[in-house]
């Protein structure tokens, strides 16, 4: 059984919002991409792929399952009204430490420094200068070679981009990183970080009403750290807090479902998963997830590019994989 599933993370206003260069899906093409899903697929829920992969349930052929990674407040203002008004379910999954401790994700204040600074390459510069001054013994060849670990061209990002991505991501020291980052946000973006972070996230009330309209929410992790970055015991800690805040929320957590924080993952925190009683884990991989042939804790999912955002467009090489014997020039 095949299912694309399709990842999405901020969906706003562009135009109008307060940060119009945030890497998001503008509401727009958020209805078009929506429109054409539903002309094209069988949108399943959550539940369905769990009970698919737990019992072995058939899914309709050509299925897709819409998956919302962090938790953003756009997903309650934004995508839960057009999804209920499409009578289509979505999966949420909500990093629970930014919602209970109002704090900023890394990976947000990375996102909103990006979005905040016209100019990369100031942005790299500060990095090299905040380096020098945390030990002035930093030396040019010691930033040619960081340049070249972390300045990676990828399918999405200038060089300039994944620099600064990775650096403040995955840099070590994680005090040093973390500090450098800090510095950054705070100069650039906001010196409020739970103000800001009240205003990014959305609030239990609000995850509580996406359940109870019938959508999924799952595991992401507790502070969206690199999973697989962490020792066991940091692993389990992780997994043990997110799902106190699922079960808070009134989510069952018997059976429940995991996205990977940056799609990362290891055979120690997989072991701790199945433990736990995870039976579906998405990654960042790209792909059309087969439950026939893939490991369900390491299923791939396709990101919002890679498919059409008109409501009229043609149907594309996803859709002929995920069709598969289905014939494309019937519509069947």
């Not at 909500?94 to 994700?105: D, H, K, M, T």
């Not at 994944?162 to 991501?169: A, D, H, N, T, Y």
Request: aromatic share 10%; with cysteine; hydrophobic share 40%.
């Amino acid at each position: 059984m095949k299912v694309t599933i399709v990842m999405y993370h901020y969906v706003r206003d562009l135009e109008r919002s307060r940060y119009p260069q945030i890497k998001g899906l503008d509401l727009e093409l958020f209805r078009g991409q929506i429109t054409y899903l539903k002309k094209h697929y069988n949108v399943i829920s959550g539940y369905d792929l769990l009970d698919a992969v737990r019992l072995g349930h058939p899914l309709p052929p050509r299925s897709l399952m819409l998956t919302f990674d962090d938790g953003y407040v756009d997903h309650f203002t934004n995508v839960l009204p057009i999804l209920d008004r499409e009578r289509l379910p979505g999966c949420f999954f909500v990093p629970a430490g930014c919602i209970r401790e109002s704090c900023v994700l890394d990976v947000n204040k990375v996102h909103f420094l990006l979005a905040a600074v016209e100019d990369k390459g100031e942005i790299v510069e500060q990095i090299f200068r905040l380096l020098k001054e945390a030990d002035p013994d930093f030396s040019e060849e010691q930033r040619r070679e960081c340049w070249i670990k972390f300045a990676q061209q990828n399918r999405w990002d200038s060089k300039e981009v994944v620099f600064i991505k990775r650096f403040l991501q995955r840099a070590e020291p994680v005090a040093r990183r973390e500090r450098i980052l800090n510095s950054l946000f705070r100069r650039y973006v906001t010196s409020d970080e739970a103000a800001f972070s009240q205003e990014l996230y959305m609030t239990v009330d609000q995850i509580g009403s996406l359940r109870s309209h019938g959508m999924y929410i799952g595991n992401h992790g507790y502070k969206h750290c690199w999973l697989n970055s962490i020792d066991q015991e940091a692993q389990q800690r992780e997994i043990n807090l997110s799902l106190a805040f699922l079960r808070d929320l009134g989510c069952v957590t018997s059976e429940w479902m995991m996205c990977y924080p940056y799609g990362g993952y290891d055979d120690s925190l997989l072991s701790i998963l199945r433990n736990s009683g995870c039976k579906v884990g998405l990654t960042t991989r790209v792909g059309i997830a087969d439950l026939a042939a893939h490991d369900a804790l390491t299923l791939p999912r396709l990101d919002t590019n890679d498919l059409p955002r008109g409501a009229d467009a043609s149907r594309d090489a996803w859709f002929v994989e995920a069709a598969g014997e289905f014939s494309v020039g019937t519509g069947t």
